[in-house]
Every structure is written in C-alpha cells, then in structure tokens.
C-alpha cells in the first residue's frame, strides 16, 4: 500500500510539472511591431532618423538591416532603448545615392521573427519641390533651474503642414510616457516641466 502512494505521488508531480510547463509556453508570445519606420525623403547632407519598437514575451531584440546585413557604417548608427526593444536608425550626412535603399527592421525572440520595411529617397537642396517640409524656426539650448518649466519652440512649414518629432539624445520622447511632465502642443511647443 505504501508503494502505491508513491506511485500516486510521482505521477501528480507529472502532471503538475505538465501543467506548468503548458502554462510557461502558453504565455510566451512572439514579436509584434508598436511602433513602425515610415518611408522617409531626406536632403542630401541632412539627417533622418528612423523609429521601430516591438513587444513580445520574451521582450524581443530590434535591430535594422540594409541589403539584408546589419547597417555598418560611421555615418549610421542605431540607437537602442527599451531594453533593445526598440531602436532608432539614424542617417548622418545623407548621402546620394549611396543611402537612398530600403531599411530593414528585425524584431526576434525565442518565439519569433517579424520585420518591417521603410524606403529612404534623398533629393538635392538645390531641388527641393514646392511645399517640402521647412523648419522655420528650431528650438535653443535653455538654462532653467531644476524645478522650473522650460518651454522649447519648434516652427515648420510645409504643404501639407508638416508633423514636429522631438527627440532627446537622438531618442523619440514620448509625452504621454512623462508622467505629465512633457506636453507637447499643436502650435509645435513642448512644455518641460522639471528636469528631464
């Protein structure tokens, strides 16, 4: 009798580990995209920066590919943050025709591989059309004491009205990720509230 509930002991260890190795596959996830690279026309000697970020149990890697190798080049870097789940790739000087391609994004884990394309075409200053994106007026390095706001102006043009993207150290910000800190307004303002 003893032996029997050894047996019944060693197979409810059997099934409790096949349960909870169901359950650890169950709640793994492959990559899935938050945030994806939209094509892009730079001006030759310019900048362009790229976004991507992805989710995914395990958290996923990003990184960028060009001609389906790793972008290798002193002119373009890629900026990682969320843990390498997300990656800037950002292009400087632009370069014609050299840069103009398709950038690759990559997003892999133990689950998976998912990728996503973004187009780069470079034209000439001298050849800008009617209606490119202009920025009138850039924002201007601030001194303000820790616990002050600071309001940075950024002014563009363009038909259509073009969108204003701030970026810190080369990274997107992200206000509504600032604990209402960071607020961005219509008018192409950012107000910073506290030190960031």
């Keep these: 009798m003893h032996r029997r509930y050894d047996e019944v002991f060693i197979c409810g260890v ?25 094509d892009q026309i730079g001006v030759s000697g310019g900048v362009v920066s790229f976004v991507c ?3 995914g149990d395990p958290k996923p890697r990003v990184s960028w590919n060009k001609k ?3 972008v290798n080049s002193q002119r373009i870097e890629t900026i990682e943050f969320d843990e390498g789940a997300g990656a800037v790739l950002r292009i400087q000087p632009l370069r014609a025709p050299r ?7 990559v997003a892999e884990n133990s689950e998976g591989e998912v990728t996503v394309n973004a187009r780069l075409s470079i ?13 009138d007026m850039g924002p201007q390095l601030k001194v303000v004491e820790r ?9 563009a043009s363009g038909n259509p009205d073009p969108e204003i993207t ?31």
């Design 147 to 155: 616990t002050r706001t600071a309001t940075m102006l950024c002014a």
């Design 14 to 38: 059997n099934v409790l580990l096949a349960i909870l190795l169901i359950y650890l596959h169950a709640s793994h996830s492959p990559p899935r995209f938050t945030k994806v690279p939209v």
């Design 166 to 196: 701030w970026f810190k150290d080369f990274l997107p910000i992200d206000p509504s990720a600032s604990n209402g800190r960071i607020k961005q307004l219509r008018s192409g303002m950012e107000v910073i509230s506290s030190y960031i």
């Design 99 to 105: 840069d103009e391609n398709i950038y690759e994004c």
């Design 68 to 70: 389906g190798k790793k």
């Design 53 to 55: 970020q992805a989710t």
């Design 123 to 135: 034209i000439r200053e001298d050849l800008l059309p009617p209606g490119f994106p202009n920025i």
